[in-house]
């Protein structure tokens, strides 16, 4: 199975804030590498798929990129409702596993 | 409008059975593979399994081989996900989820909103 593990668990950020997560996998998932937002008490949503495609409806101040075991996520200007826990996960190959998640907290 | 409606929260006791639905509905629901998500409390993301409804292919995770049980009725646009002999460490949020097409990187472009299974004694 494809372990993935995700840098750093939380962090603080102010509104403005350049802010990158990164998710690494244990063995090359080509660009099978989703993104995903998820806000207390809600279900995650879909930011980004693909490694580096914007789902469609999410703001353009996030992106992907990356290939083979190593991925970042990266909102390019912080707004106060990006404060939320994000999620990295491989669809290469079941079980479709997941990071442990990314908080993004106000600093 | 693409939706996963699940059924609502649940509390049981220890050894007891519980079968919990999704039903989709927007969308063409025997073309996409539905999936089911675990979140403990206060924890991340686990994935379980997806099936397809279409013929019941089923794929589903080690971790949770011969824990649980995934089924369809697509007369009725609906998934689930059963139990047989629930234990306290099933205590967890529930998400059902669409898996995208190949055009989507095999991600999770729908989720449900959730359901609570409760285990306690």
């Known amino acids: 199975d494809i372990q993935m593990t995700q840098s750093p668990s939380s962090l603080s950020a102010s509104v403005g804030d350049r802010v990158t997560i990164t998710c690494r996998a244990s063995q090359s998932i080509t660009t099978y590498l989703n993104w995903y937002q998820q806000k207390p008490g809600k279900a995650p949503k879909l930011l980004i798929y693909?490694?580096?495609s914007l789902q469609s409806g999410v703001p353009s101040r996030f992106s992907g990129s990356g290939s083979g075991t190593d991925f970042t996520l990266t909102i390019s200007s912080l707004q106060p409702e990006d404060f939320a826990t994000y999620h990295c996960?491989?669809?290469?190959?079941?079980?479709?596993?997941f990071g442990q998640g990314t908080k993004v907290e106000i600093k | 409008e693409v939706q996963l409606v699940q059924s609502g929260a649940e509390v049981k006791k220890p050894g007891e059975s519980l079968k919990i639905s999704c039903k989709g509905s927007g969308y063409s629901f025997t073309s996409y593979w539905i999936g089911w998500v675990r979140q403990m409390p206060g924890k991340g993301l686990e994935w379980m399994g997806i099936?397809?409804?279409?013929?019941?292919?089923?794929r589903y995770s080690p971790s949770f081989q011969g824990q649980v049980t995934f089924s369809v009725d697509k007369s009725i646009t609906t998934a689930y996900l059963q139990w047989s002999s629930l234990k306290a460490s099933d205590t967890a949020m529930y998400y059902c989820?669409?898996?995208?097409?190949?055009?989507?990187?095999?991600?999770?472009?729908?989720w449900g909103q959730g359901t609570l299974v409760t285990v306690s004694s």
């Open positions: 693909a490694a580096s």
């Open positions: 996960q491989q669809s290469h190959s079941t079980p479709y596993s």
């Open positions: 099936i397809h409804p279409d013929d019941s292919k089923t």
């Open positions: 989820s669409r898996r995208a097409a190949l055009t989507g990187g095999n991600s999770i472009d729908f």
